[in-house]
């Protein structure tokens, strides 16, 4: 029974703050939610940035938020990333990768080395020290760019 009444409570505030995604209650809790208007995956939530900004400036928003600029660990996660941006009007998406082509030295906003990359072909250039989804013909696979360029940004937490 404390189980059922935890599932309708669950169900009633996701529906409430806009997520009815149901997902595996654990020890009888609300399993956690995302905030208003972020997109949960596996363990992370996102958020596709709604105005074009400077990489340092959409940086600046996601820490703001409590997050960073998105780091896409593996083909699963770019897969979600990509479908969701597919879904919105075409833009570039700041992720959170930089570095240098001609060193061929890249870092995650968390530090990491990339595991995982998806770079249009031919890319990295060396057009830029940051790296976007560009969509169009590249569907959404990753091109370096400067970094002053108004873009689009996705933050993960």
Known sequence: MKLAVTLAFCFIVKVVTGNT???????????????????????????????????????????????????????????????????????????????????????WSNGSQPTFTDWVTGQPDGEGNCVILHHGYHDYKWTDNPCTRAYYFICEM
């Open 21 to 107: 995604v149901l997902q595996k209650l654990s020890k009888g809790e609300c399993p956690p939610s995302c905030p208003d208007r972020w997109l949960r995956y596996q363990g992370s939530c996102y958020l596709y940035g709604n105005e074009p900004l400077t990489f340092a400036n959409a940086q600046g928003v996601c820490e703001d938020s409590g997050s960073h600029l998105v780091d896409i660990n593996d083909e699963a996660e770019n897969t979600f990333i990509k479908d969701i941006a597919r879904q919105m009007t075409p833009h570039y998406w700041f992720l959170g990768l930089t570095g240098s082509a001609a060193r061929n030295d890249w870092t």
